[in-house]
T-cell receptor, first 110, second 113 residues
């Protein structure tokens, strides 16, 4: 069974204080690892897909990296508008579904 | 208009009542899903459908049923609501091998009292 564990559960940052979120996973043949952002009262919004170890993707202050066992979401010089819950999900090859972690809630204070 | 629309956005219902949550999409995707989200547990799959005639149970389908009325519409029903079905419910859609995972609706917050 696919498993996804995200840490920490919550992260409080000062504006400009860079940090990283962790997503550890076990899956029988990874097709893709997905990162989503979820704002309160809204559905998750797609950020990145990573397919193979060593791959990196960037978007504004966010950078996602992938190894064979985990993925990191690095937030560089965060701003208050980066406050959200960040979800990680994996999809196995040949599978239909995504298996989600519980998320990391990031709060950035001005 | 949103690509995936869920109604209602919020609902309070009593134990034992039947309730239906509705989802419609304009993405043209074949695949539709219902998830529930609970604090600390993440998103868990209730039901999924690959087309109008193909409906399947997810990991937590007990107490729920679904109907795929058309390619664009997928409804979730709670036949007899109970308090532990209080949660945030999401509908999602996808293509067969999407590089973007799912497109989610904005969710329905359901409270069973």
């Amino acid at each position: 069974e696919d498993q996804v564990t995200q840490s920490p559960e919550a992260l409080r940052l000062q504006e400009g204080e860079s940090s990283s979120l962790n997503c550890s996973y076990t899956v029988s043949g990874l097709r893709g690892l997905f990162w989503y952002r979820q704002d309160p009262g809204k559905g998750p919004e797609f950020l990145f897909t990573l397919y193979s170890a060593g791959e990196e993707k960037e978007k504004e202050r966010l950078k996602a990296t992938l190894t064979k066992k985990e993925s990191f979401l690095h937030i560089t010089a965060p701003k208050p508008e980066d406050s959200a819950t960040y979800l990680c999900a994996v999809q196995a090859r040949g599978d239909y579904k995504l298996s989600f972690g519980a998320g990391t809630t990031v709060t950035v204070r001005a | 208009d949103a690509d995936v629309t869920q109604t209602p956005r919020n609902r309070i219902t009593k134990t034992g009542k039947r309730i239906m949550l509705e989802c419609s999409q304009t993405k043209g995707h074949d695949r539709m899903y219902w998830y529930r989200q609970d604090p600390g547990l993440g998103l868990r799959l209730i039901y999924y459908s690959f087309d109008v005639k193909d409906i399947n149970k997810g990991e937590i389908s007990d107490g729920y049923s679904v109907s795929r009325q058309a390619q664009a519409k997928f409804s979730l029903s709670l036949e007899s609501a109970i308090p532990n079905q209080t949660a945030l419910y999401f509908c999602a859609t996808s293509e067969r091998q999407s590089n973007y995972g799912y497109t989610f609706g904005s969710g329905t917050r359901l409270t069973v009292v």
